[in-house]
């Protein structure tokens, strides 16, 4: 198995309807979407990694926390033209770790990257920010 790097496009927080009580640990969601960077991420062998995701995470939205992601879920599939390649996510070590599969979560998928991104990977990281 294969690890590629993946790059980090975007992050934003998620806002929710309700304030968080202003003692006790402090929680926020936020999607991050990131691609291969051009690199084919080869379907049943190789895995899509944000390396560091907490430090990327905090690169981004530059308020001087620290964001320690615990919780992951797909917020949107990897788009090029009419296909789509989806992924089941999970933390490994520091790294968001997204395995790319079809729309049925368990069989391999491969993400070519010659293929221009239309649409890059989007997953909602629930983090503790200290």
Sequence with gaps: MAVVTASLRDVTILQG??????????YTVVACYFDSNGVTVTGGSDTLDVLTAGTQIAGFIR????????????????????SNVFGTVAMSSTSIR????TSDFSTGATVTGSNPVDA???????????
Excluded at 66 to 79: A, E, G, I, S
């Design 17 to 26: 309807p309700f304030d968080q009580a202003p003692s006790g640990t402090n």
């Design 98 to 101: 997204l395995t790319p599969t």
């Design 63 to 82: 308020d001087g926390k620290t964001y320690t992601p615990k919780v992951l879920m797909l917020l949107q599939p990897y788009r090029t033209g009419s």
């Design 120 to 130: 890059p990977f989007g997953v909602a990281v629930g983090c503790v920010v200290t």
